[in-house]
């Protein structure tokens, strides 16, 4: 069982940046891939980033391309997501998952995920 809490969240202007955190509980965190989603009021949760258990291989949807980073830290049980040059339309709940796979894939869609943090809150102020 893995708990992931996130972290990081927070109101920034246009073109401002935020870090995410996503710390997660467990001895086994570093063969979990991980994954970073968001949604949107009266939109569907949707793909951001996703890492491979060794952090070697990574995946960005299209809308962040160039501007999210997403990295790991397996001595300290924790990935994050870093955020640049954010726009209003970046606005979101936030949330970060883990999956149980082995091998050296990374995963784009929800269901592939076993744990999910509780998410948090950022707002991109135009």
């Known amino acids: 069982q893995v708990q992931l809490v996130e972290s990081g969240g927070g109101l920034v202007q246009a073109g401002g940046s935020l870090r995410l955190s996503c710390a997660a509980s467990?001895?086994?965190?570093?063969?979990?891939?991980m994954g970073w989603f968001r949604q949107a009021p009266e939109k569907e949760r949707e793909f951001v980033a996703g890492?491979?258990?060794?952090?070697?291989?990574?995946r960005y949807a299209d809308t962040v391309k160039g501007r999210f980073t997403i990295s790991r830290d397996n001595a300290k049980n924790t990935v994050y997501l870093q955020m640049n040059s954010l726009k209003p339309e970046d606005t979101a709940v936030y949330s970060c998952?883990?999956?149980?796979?082995?091998?050296?894939?990374?995963?784009?869609?929800?269901?592939?995920?076993?744990?999910w943090g509780q998410g948090t809150q950022v707002t991109v102020s135009s």
């Open positions: 890492i491979s258990w060794s952090g070697t291989r990574t």
């Open positions: 467990g001895r086994t965190f570093s063969s979990y891939i």
């Open positions: 998952a883990g999956a149980r796979v082995l091998g050296p894939a990374v995963l784009t869609t929800a269901p592939d995920y076993d744990y």
